[in-house]
């Protein structure tokens, strides 16, 4: 069983709001932050979102992130079609002692 | 700037070993831990472990525990991942990944590096 979980997939328009969730335990997200990675197809990972919600610079303000207690979640506004990716959520496991991730969300911009 | 270069693609027997480097870059080695990440084809990222560059420790996931060994070579500012008894199921592109201590932050990947397992 995945420590986090995430829908399958999603989708929405382009210039729409779309949210991607992210569910875990207390071991993970309740007691660490989350990180967000956008990976386009072919090519490595890339960090979107770390400690919940600050952005690495270069990431647009579209992208935020938040968290309640175990449950995180993902908003992209102003959704763009080079948004199209997959997305994963990530955290620290405090009794796995180590990175868990989500099972990956895939977005599709209509 | 910070660039993580990977080995090349690699096609291994089943029950063979792979080694695969990842060179640093731009920034001090052994200031940074070094995450090895997997991901096999379809499926999700999968964490793998991490060593210190510093000082050589290591953590290995339960998963690969007694089957990987993390190495590094800090006169060159590379780090190794060797995977041994190789079956199908570790197919997969494997990425290094730059990260902070004890945390989910990896902010920076090499571009991958394929290892095929087959007949």
């Known amino acids: 069983q995945p420590l986090l979980s995430q829908p399958p997939s999603a989708s929405g328009a382009p210039g729409q709001r779309v949210t991607i969730s992210c569910s875990g335990g207390s071991s993970n997200l309740g007691s660490n932050p989350v990180q967000w990675y956008q990976q386009l197809p072919g090519t490595a990972p890339k960090l979107l979102i770390f400690?919940?919600?600050m952005r690495p610079s270069g990431v647009p303000d579209r992208f935020s992130g938040s968290k309640s207690g175990t449950s995180a979640s993902l908003a992209i506004n102003g959704l763009q079609s080079e948004d199209e990716a997959d997305y994963y959520c990530?955290?620290?496991?405090?009794?796995?002692?180590?990175?868990?991730f989500g099972g990956g969300t895939k977005l599709t911009v209509l | 700037q910070v660039q993580l270069v990977q080995s090349g693609a690699e096609v291994k027997k089943p029950g063979a070993s792979v080694k695969v480097s990842c060179k640093a870059s731009?920034?001090?080695?052994?200031?940074?831990?070094i995450n090895w990440v997997r991901q096999a084809p379809g499926q999700r990222l999968e964490w793998m472990g991490w060593i210190n560059p510093a000082n050589g420790y290591t953590k290995y996931s339960q998963k690969f525990q007694g089957r990987v060994t993390f190495t590094r070579d800090t006169s060159a500012s590379v780090a190794y991942m060797e995977l041994s008894g190789l079956t199908s199921g570790d197919t997969a592109l494997y990425f290094c990944?730059?990260?902070?201590?004890?945390?989910?932050?990896?902010?920076?990947w090499g571009q991958g590096t394929l290892v095929s397992v087959s007949s």
């Open positions: 990530a955290s620290w496991d405090d009794i796995m002692n180590g990175v868990v």
């Open positions: 990944a730059r990260g902070v201590v004890v945390t989910a932050r990896l902010h920076h």
């Open positions: 400690n919940t919600n």
């Open positions: 731009g920034y001090t080695f052994t200031s940074y831990g």
